[in-house]
C-alpha cells in the first residue's frame, strides 16, 4: 500500500500511473482518495481546535467554582463541545476507513521501462531465450500422454472433486517433485534462502499483498473463518515481513518460496478446459525479494 504522505507528495506521478494503466475507476476512485484526505486533515485540525476549546472551558470552570461562582453556562459550552467532539471523531474514522479502502486498491507505481500500449499485442520482447523445438514424429498433446504414459487421472479426479482437479500418478509426480528441486536449486545458488510458506492467510495481511477486490473471485475462503487459501507463495512471502522495519543493510531479502496453490479461475470457463491447464490446485515455485528500488 502506497503511504498516504507518498500520495500527497506525488499525486501526478500515480494520476499518471493510472492513466498508463488505463484503469477509469482507480482514476475515479483516486480523486476520491484525494477529496477524502483533505476533509480528513480539515477534520483533525477542528478536532484538535475543539480540544483546546474543551481544555480553556475546562480550567474557566475550575476557576469559577473555586470562586463559588456559578458554572453552569460554560458547563453547557463545554457539553457542546465535547458533542461536537464525538460527532467529528466518529466522521474521522468513517473517512479514514473509507480512505484506507481506496489506498489499498492503488497500484504500486509503474517502472518507467514499462510499455504503453492498447493490449498485451504491444508488449515488447525483452529478451528470449533458447528455440522452438522441431520434431521428426507427430506431436501428441499432454492430454493422450497422460492417458498413454499412465502418468495422470483427470476423469477419477472428477469424481471425487469436480472439475479442474487431477491425479498425477507414477513417472509425472517424481518429475513435478523433480522440477521443484531443479527451481529451488538453482534460486539457492544464486543466494535465495528455500521457505515453505503456510498454505492460508488471513484477509487483513492478504490486503496488503494484493487487491481483494480484483482477486477475490479466484480465491477459496474457509468457510467460517477468517482465512484464504494461498493462489500463489508470492502473497504468504510479502506478508512475511509486514510491519517490519528494515535498515538498508538488512537488505536485499531474497526467498524462494515453493507452495501448493489454488485458485477458482472464475471467469475462465471454457479457456484450456483440457487436460491440466487453469486448474484449481497446482504445485509452483516462486522467488520474491525484498529491496530498496534501486
Same mark, same amino acid.
Given at each position: 500500500?502506497?503511504?498516504?504522505?507518498?500520495?500527497?507528495?506525488?499525486?501526478?506521478?500515480?494520476?499518471?500511473?493510472?492513466?498508463?494503466?488505463? !484503469?477509469?475507476?482507480?482514476?475515479?476512485?483516486?480523486?476520491?482518495?484525494? =477529496?477524502?484526505?483533505?476533509?480528513?486533515?480539515?477534520? #483533525?485540525?477542528?478536532?484538535?481546535?475543539?480540544?483546546?476549546?474543551?481544555?480553556?472551558?475546562?480550567?474557566?470552570? &475550575?476557576?469559577?467554582?473555586?470562586?463559588?461562582?456559578?458554572?453552569?453556562?460554560?458547563?453547557?459550552?463545554?457539553?457542546?463541545?465535547?458533542?461536537?467532539?464525538?460527532?467529528?471523531?466518529?466522521?474521522? &474514522?468513517?473517512?479514514?476507513?473509507?480512505?484506507?479502502?481506496?489506498?489499498?486498491?492503488?497500484?504500486?507505481?509503474?517502472?518507467?521501462?514499462?510499455?504503453?500500449?492498447?493490449?498485451? +499485442?504491444?508488449?515488447?520482447?525483452?529478451?528470449?531465450?533458447?528455440?522452438?523445438?522441431?520434431?521428426?514424429?507427430?506431436?501428441?498433446?499432454? /492430454?493422450?500422454?497422460? =492417458?498413454?504414459?499412465?502418468?495422470?487421472?483427470?476423469?477419477?479426479?472428477?469424481?471425487?472433486?469436480?472439475?479442474?482437479?487431477?491425479?498425477?500418478?507414477?513417472?509425472?509426480?517424481?518429475?513435478?517433485?523433480?522440477?521443484?528441486?531443479?527451481?529451488?536449486? #538453482?534460486?539457492?545458488?544464486?543466494?535465495?534462502?528455500?521457505?515453505?510458506?503456510?498454505?492460508? #492467510?488471513?484477509?487483513?495481511?492478504?490486503?496488503? /499483498?494484493?487487491?481483494?477486490?480484483?482477486?477475490? !473471485?479466484?480465491?477459496?475462503?474457509?468457510?467460517?473463518?477468517?482465512?484464504?487459501?494461498?493462489?500463489?507463495?508470492? %502473497?504468504? #512471502?510479502?506478508?512475511? %515481513?509486514?510491519?517490519?522495519?528494515?535498515?538498508?543493510?538488512?537488505?536485499?531479502?531474497?526467498?524462494?518460496?515453493?507452495?501448493?496453490?489454488?485458485?477458482?479461475?472464475?471467469?475462465?470457463? &471454457?479457456? @484450456?478446459?483440457?487436460?491440466?491447464?487453469?486448474?484449481?490446485?497446482?504445485?509452483?515455485? +516462486?522467488?520474491?525479494?525484498?529491496?530498496?528500488? @534501486?
Amino acid at each position: 500500500m502506497l503511504h498516504i504522505r507518498f500520495i500527497r507528495e506525488n499525486v501526478d506521478l500515480i494520476r499518471k500511473n493510472l492513466e498508463w494503466r488505463k !484503469d477509469k475507476a482507480k482514476l475515479k476512485e483516486f480523486d476520491h482518495l484525494l =477529496e477524502l484526505d483533505e476533509r480528513i486533515r480539515d477534520l #483533525m485540525k477542528e478536532i484538535q481546535d475543539l480540544r483546546t476549546q474543551r481544555n480553556n472551558l475546562s480550567r474557566e470552570v &475550575g476557576k469559577l467554582k473555586k470562586a463559588g461562582s456559578d458554572a453552569s453556562k460554560v458547563m453547557k459550552q463545554a457539553e457542546k463541545v465535547n458533542k461536537r467532539i464525538a460527532e467529528v471523531e466518529t466522521e474521522t &474514522g468513517n473517512l479514514e476507513a473509507e480512505s484506507k479502502r481506496i489506498q489499498m486498491r492503488i497500484p504500486n507505481v509503474l517502472h518507467e521501462t514499462v510499455p504503453y500500449g492498447a493490449d498485451d +499485442e504491444d508488449n515488447e520482447v525483452v529478451k528470449e531465450w533458447g528455440g522452438n523445438p522441431e520434431f521428426k514424429f507427430e506431436v501428441a498433446s499432454h /492430454v493422450d500422454l497422460l =492417458e498413454t504414459l499412465d502418468i495422470g487421472d483427470i476423469q477419477s479426479a472428477a469424481k471425487i472433486a469436480g472439475s479442474r482437479f487431477y491425479y498425477l500418478k507414477n513417472e509425472l509426480v517424481m518429475l513435478d517433485i523433480a522440477m521443484q528441486q531443479m527451481a529451488l536449486g #538453482m534460486l539457492i545458488k544464486k543466494g535465495y534462502a528455500p521457505l515453505y510458506p503456510p498454505f492460508m #492467510m488471513r484477509r487483513e495481511p492478504y490486503e496488503g /499483498v494484493t487487491d481483494l477486490a480484483d482477486f477475490e !473471485d479466484v480465491m477459496y475462503k474457509i468457510e467460517g473463518e477468517d482465512l484464504y487459501l494461498i493462489a500463489t507463495s508470492e %502473497h504468504p #512471502m510479502a506478508a512475511m %515481513h509486514m510491519n517490519d522495519i528494515f535498515e538498508p543493510g538488512d537488505l536485499p531479502i531474497k526467498l524462494a518460496g515453493v507452495s501448493t496453490c489454488f485458485r477458482k479461475e472464475a471467469g475462465s470457463h &471454457g479457456k @484450456d478446459t483440457k487436460g491440466i491447464f487453469r486448474v484449481h490446485q497446482f504445485n509452483k515455485v +516462486e522467488q520474491f525479494v525484498f529491496s530498496h528500488p @534501486d
